[in-house]
């Protein structure tokens, strides 16, 4: 079964500086997709980054980028330039190959963005 | 653009009574999912349907039931609730992978049921 573990409860950024939250999975599969998702105090689910793994480019989307490590089946986050509004819980979520796969969800890192 | 609706946004329900939570999924969206999230937690997959069948389930109590209709709506319906119920419940759709593509999941902004 795919696991997906997200090490740091807690963590905190000052403002405009850099932070990497870490996750690591496990799987037997060769093809699944990988995903980072914002939880803000409205508890709303939103996608921040989304990682195929057939693709050895790591994913980028503004101040967001992972650092992909296939070999090693880890999944980092990095934010950039961190915002205010960038407080939230973070989940790193796994999706297998199949047609009707499930998320598989880490156990969420908690940021705080301090000014 | 059309999002996945949940229905009702809020229920406060007492234990043993039963509870029915609604999902709209995106239009042209085949398959949707259950997810339950406690306080602090991480979500929980509760169960999936795919073109209205059931295709995939998870940690979800006998006491729980769901169905996904021919408009491809689905409903969760719980019942005997108990005080741990009390999580929010979230519904998520998703189109079937064209040519190995996934193109990802659209999110509700769930359900808050509190039982009490």
């Known amino acids: 079964a795919q696991t997906v573990t997200q090490s740091q409860p807690e963590m905190s950024v000052q403002e405009a500086e850099t932070v990497t939250l870490s996750c690591t999975y496990d799987t037997s599969e060769s093809n699944y997709y990988l995903f980072w998702y914002k939880q803000p105090p409205s508890r709303q689910m939103i996608l921040v980054i989304r990682q195929e793994a057939y693709k050895q480019q790591n994913a980028t989307e503004n101040r967001f980028s992972v650092n992909f490590q296939k070999a090693a089946k880890s999944f980092s986050l990095k934010i950039s330039d961190s915002q205010l509004g960038d407080t939230a819980m973070y989940f790193c979520a796994f999706r297998g190959s199949g047609n009707t796969g499930k998320l598989i969800f880490g156990q969420g890192t908690t940021l705080q963005v301090k000014p | 653009a059309a999002g996945v609706i949940q229905s009702p946004r809020h229920l406060i329900k007492e234990k043993r009574e039963t509870a029915t939570l609604k999902c709209y999924p995106i239009?042209?969206?085949?398959?949707v999912y259950w997810y339950q999230q406690g306080p602090g937690q991480d979500p929980q997959f509760l169960i999936s349907?795919?073109?209205?069948?059931?295709?995939d389930k998870g940690s979800i109590p006998d006491r729980f039931s769901a169905q996904q209709f021919s408009d491809y709506h689905s409903e969760l319906n719980m019942s005997s609730l108990e005080l741990g119920d009390s999580a929010l419940y979230f519904c998520?759709?998703?189109?079937?992978?064209?040519?190995?593509?996934?193109?990802?999941?659209?999110f509700g902004s769930g359900t808050r049921l509190t039982v009490v």
């Open positions: 349907f795919y073109e209205k069948m059931q295709s």
């Open positions: 239009p042209r969206h085949d398959t």
């Open positions: 998520a759709s998703s189109l079937t992978p064209t040519r190995q593509v996934f193109h990802g999941y659209t």
